[in-house]
């Protein structure tokens, strides 16, 4: 099993230097091909500061990418933040060029925390594409969950989004934002503490919301219902 993961680790690098040199050598025969990229379950420091500068040229000259999967890759704040920036900017230049395809950003398990504010700002972008936003298992917090809900309010995009096992407690900031977004039909809340007052709140929202169609909030200690 040891060897296994070793090996696995290894092919991840060399997919990793092989975009790099892609790149480098051909951006333009690259980009117009590549419409998903998965790069999951690289927990190695090393191999993901390599994809820092790789990742910035994949968003800047591929405007072709619908999904991107980065799950269990240990991002952290730095290139977490780096990744809603570039996504963000590339956005706010497409009125001139062609419109950034990318649906899909799967960030489960990176180890985000407050990198999270600037993922609220890119959903509020004017334009911004995502309809399927997967942060969960990351420490964001009751601050990071009102800056995701905050988002919410504007955003008119989102179809799906995950924020399961993220340390939310508050709900007054989730009651407020489903009552009012019109988009979402998928909400992933399950692994929060939010308690029976959560469970109320989340109620309270869905009388007035006939949007949303699937709700998880298991092992959320919301007692009886």
């Known amino acids: 099993q040891r060897k296994l993961r070793e090996v696995t680790y290894k092919e991840v690098v060399v997919v990793v230097l092989i975009i790099i040199i892609l790149f480098h050598l051909s951006p333009p025969l690259l980009a117009p091909m590549l419409r998903s990229l998965e790069l999951h379950f690289n927990r190695r420091n090393a191999a993901s500061q390599n994809l820092s500068p790789t990742l910035v040229r994949l968003i800047n000259n591929n405007w072709s990418l619908v999904s991107l999967d980065l799950s269990q890759t240990l991002l952290g704040d730095g290139l977490g933040g780096l990744l809603a920036d570039t996504i963000s900017d590339r956005i706010a230049i497409a009125d001139d060029g062609p419109k950034v395809a990318l649906r899909h950003l799967s960030l489960r398990n990176t180890g985000l925390t407050a990198s999270c504010a ?26 990071g969950g009102r800056r995701m809900f905050g988002a919410l309010e504007v955003n008119t995009t989102l179809a799906r989004l995950s924020l399961d096992n993220c340390g939310l407690t508050k709900t007054d900031y989730i009651e407020r934002s489903v009552k009012g977004n019109y988009t979402l039909r998928s909400l992933n809340l399950s692994g929060n503490e939010i308690g029976p007052h959560g469970a109320g709140s989340l109620s309270r929202a869905l009388k007035t919301n006939t949007a949303l169609h699937s709700l998880a909030i298991s092992q959320c200690e919301v007692g009886d219902l």
């Open 118 to 143: 600037r993922f609220g700002i890119l959903l509020q972008t004017r334009g911004c594409p995502l309809i399927s936003l997967d942060l969960g298992g990351n420490s964001i917090g009751n601050v």
